[in-house]
């Protein structure tokens, strides 16, 4: 080994620490807020699980709230009210067929509510996994009263079987899209529009292959469009990878989509989309040797701007457990819709080695263009509807539905890495900030019941806070939004939960206003206060870019508590950091303080052990914390220790000591001193009565050899002598009918007989009841 490598080594160490502690990849949230009842406005039913569905009647100022066999609906602006509630329950019948499929009575043979959409009528689609028998039906919400019509529908295609598998639906001008298993096995996966006429995805593995369903989202391409085109419906989800020459199975991100106005192929794709397309979705983690995978999505669009405006943001979770980040990427739908169609496509070629290899596809491309909806240029060549298209679109598009190009994010990485708790869901809010700029602001819910407020500034990440929702930590499984209450709406297994957007009460100062960089908020120098940018019509303090809090006002001195000390006492001075992103330390007299045996710096404090008259003085405790404009440094909590006099009794802040002299002491010394004489005087008592032999006694009979031969006879007194007090000999002799259990002493004796070191000859004896008889 070269001599210079381990110095190499040593010197390179302090260097990749530096860097790990500065990766954008540990991005911590700047304010973390544990449980507390205030967080949020909880709906939980005793004995109802699994809220997971919602949908938002904001005409209505409804919540209606899907669970485990009820529906419910909640006052939008306070969803701890409930308005009206109705059960839909599993017969009796219907749970015995699902058990005797395998299935456990109590987890999945229950009707769990999967789908809820309003309907151009104003009523409300509903479906549910009915005991693995997916049924439909329809819901009304009429004077204060949530009534089931009982209209039922078969549920196969729209809803899954098994509650616990991911699907996705949407409804679209009163026509149902769902992404579900179509068996009770989960085996056969379909894209499916129930209706005016049933169009689904081809049983092939090149159209899906195993696919974890994620969610749909609705385009609006015909509005304002030269070429006269469709509306489309995009479908997020997951597979295993078919072009993918792996030995273990790849999964991989998918994005599809469909035409709205698909209605199959006149002889081939009879009654199959003929419109379904789909291309990889890529969001890079730097880290990561596996693709990682699509959980949740989110469209935003600016309804004064044009569709290809709207941009989709996802979350992705490794799918590898050797990784624990979790990231946000962002699409261009302009970007997707581009791939669909102008991108090359892929085919499968058979190989000597008997499997199908994928390549990209370099031959004539058939008119109109496989996958593509009725526009202007079809019409044109009398092509109006999908029936109309030929054969050769048809079976081109039958056998090659992938897309040889896959879907970069905007800037070609991700929005936010964290590294910790799992992403579950997310939703994006667009609010304009004091700067006069727009921002993107990104609530994420985790695995474990916390949800994630951040943005993207200028390709910096940012989380401004993160908020414990549940207690216990349960998984967030839908996250909703309101524009109308400007809040959000979480649904976790243990129930629900309203968030406002902006939660500004709780920086105390401006610069803690200024440095959570949170454009919902700002300082208002006039009441002194930190609050929402929409409440108030003054200017107000906010830097969300550069957090640069020098804009602030001075802040007012801070008055120093006054803790006493005694000699000898410990003291406790509290200091909690304002912020995960700063550092605090310690000012004694205006000097750093120096931490040794005696001062001890806590997590939320400083502790004085065994002080003295020289401890005295004044402590503050400082933050420090850096952003893009500059270092800032705050006190947070200031103290003037001063010793207590003799007397006074004042200890606010003593940590009580182990007393060592006085009334209580001297007392538990007497105490012990009469048990050890007690003790003394019992062992006496014992070695006078031969209880106990003494210590010569013992090594003077070891000594001497036994005069006693093996036949000497014992009496009956030596032998109860030598057996324990509190124990009733079972000895052999005439049966007085007093007792008759005399099997152990027969037992024993006869053990004793065996024993060739001693015998024991004993007369006929009787059984003794008490000690009294001896």
């Not at 049924?135 to 529908?153: H, I």
């Not at 929005?415 to 700067?435: E, K, M, S, Y």
């Not at 509190?726 to 002799?733: A, H, N, Q």
Request: proline share 6%; hydrophobic share 35%.
């Amino acid at each position: 080994m070269h001599p210079l490598l381990p110095l190499c080594v040593f010197w390179l160490l302090p260097l990749a620490l530096t860097l790990e502690e500065d990766s954008p990849l540990d991005c911590v949230p700047r304010r973390s807020v544990p449980y507390h009842r205030d967080n949020a406005h909880i709906f939980h039913e005793e004995g109802v699980f699994n809220y997971s569905t919602m949908l938002l009647r904001e005409d209505l100022d409804l919540l209606l709230l899907g669970a485990r066999e009820a529906v419910y609906a909640l006052d939008l602006n306070d969803i701890s009210k409930k308005l009206a509630s109705v059960k839909w329950e599993v017969t009796q019948k219907q749970q015995d067929e699902c058990t005797n499929k395998g299935k456990d009575s109590e987890t999945h043979c229950k009707n769990y509510i999967r789908i809820l959409h309003q309907m151009e009528d104003n009523k409300i689609y509903v479906c549910g996994t009915n005991a693995f028998d997916p049924e439909c039906d329809y819901m009304s919400y009429k004077d204060g009263k949530l009534t089931l019509e009982k209209k039922a529908e078969d549920g196969k295609g729209k809803c899954p079987f098994d509650p616990f598998q991911r699907y996705a639906s949407i409804m679209v001008e009163n026509n149902l899209y769902s992404a579900t298993s179509m068996n009770f096995l989960g085996s056969e996966p379909i894209v499916m529009r129930s209706s005016p006429i049933s169009i689904r995805t081809e049983f092939k593995s090149s159209w899906l292959h195993e696919p974890t369903f994620v969610s749909m989202a609705q385009m609006p391409e015909s509005d304002l469009s030269d070429m006269g085109d469709d509306d489309k419906v995009y479908l997020f989800f997951s597979e295993t990878a078919v072009e993918c020459d792996c030995y273990n199975k790849l999964v991989v991100s998918r994005v599809a989509r469909v035409c709205k106005g698909d209605l199959g192929g006149q002889r081939t794709l009879q009654k199959k989309w003929t419109s379904f397309l789909k291309a990889r979705m890529d969001c890079p983690v730097l880290e990561s040797q596996l693709p990682y995978i699509i959980q949740d999505t989110y469209r935003l669009c600016d309804p004064q701007k044009n569709w290809k405006d709207c941009l989709f943001y996802a979350i992705f979770t490794p799918q590898s457990e050797t990784s624990d980040l979790s990231a946000v990427c962002a699409y261009h739908v302009s970007d997707i819709s581009k791939v669909f169609a102008e991108g090359k496509y892929k085919t499968p070629v058979p190989v000597a080695t008997s499997f199908v290899k994928w390549v990209m596809y370099s031959g004539d491309v058939p008119v109109p263009r496989p996958g593509a909806c009725i526009d202007n240029e079809a019409r044109k060549a009398g092509i109006n509807r999908t029936l109309d298209l030929p054969d050769r679109t048809l079976q081109f598009i039958k056998d090659r539905p992938l897309m040889d190009q896959a879907i970069q994010p905007i800037r070609g990485m991700p929005l936010l890495v964290r590294r910790g708790a799992t992403f579950t869901r997310i939703i994006v809010n667009r609010v304009l900030a004091a700067d006069g700029e727009k921002h993107d602001v990104m609530f994420i819910g985790t695995e474990e019941g916390t949800m994630l407020k951040a943005v993207n500034y200028d390709g910096e990440m940012f989380i401004i806070e993160e908020v414990q929702l549940f207690q216990p930590p349960e998984s967030i499984k839908i996250l909703k939004f309101s524009n109308v209450t400007g809040q959000i709406y979480a649904g976790s297994d243990y129930g629900a939960a309203q968030i406002p957007l902006a939660t500004c009460g709780r920086s105390s100062s401006c610069m803690d206003c200024v440095l959570s960089r949170d454009p919902y908020c700002g300082w208002d120098k006039a009441v002194g206060k930190c609050v929402t940018l929409s409440s108030s019509q003054r200017k107000l303090i906010q830097s969300v870019k550069d957090a640069d809090a020098s804009l602030c006002p001075d802040a007012d001195p801070m008055k120093p508590m006054n803790p006493k000390i005694w000699p000898g006492g410990n003291l406790k001075l509290h200091c909690s950091s304002p912020s995960n992103l700063a550092k605090t330390s310690w000012e004694r007299d205006g000097r750093p303080l120096i931490t040794s045996t005696r001062f001890q710096l806590l997590r939320d404090g400083l502790l004085i052990l065994n002080a003295t008259g020289s401890d005295t003085g004044r402590y503050r405790c400082i933050s420090v914390e850096l952003s893009k404009a500059d270092k800032y440094t705050t006190t947070v909590a200031d103290y003037q220790v001063s010793m207590a006099a003799s007397g006074s009794g004042d200890g606010r802040g003593i940590i009580p000591q182990a007393q060592r002299d006085g009334p209580s002491v001297v007392g538990l010394q007497a105490v012990v001193g009469l048990l050890v004489v007690g003790l003394v005087a019992l062992l006496a008592w014992n070695f006078y009565k031969g209880h106990i032999p003494l210590p010569w006694n013992c090594r003077k009979k070891n000594r001497e050899p036994s005069q006693e031969g093996p036949n000497t006879d014992t009496t009956y007194q030596d032998a109860l002598r030598s057996a324990p007090a509190e124990d009733k000999p079972l000895v052999s002799g005439t049966n007085n009918g007093r007792n008759n259990n005399h099997a152990g002493g027969e037992a024993a004796f006869s053990a004793a007989e065996e024993n060739d070191d001693l015998k024991v000859n004993l007369p006929s004896l009787q059984y003794i009841d008490d000690e009294s008889d001896i």
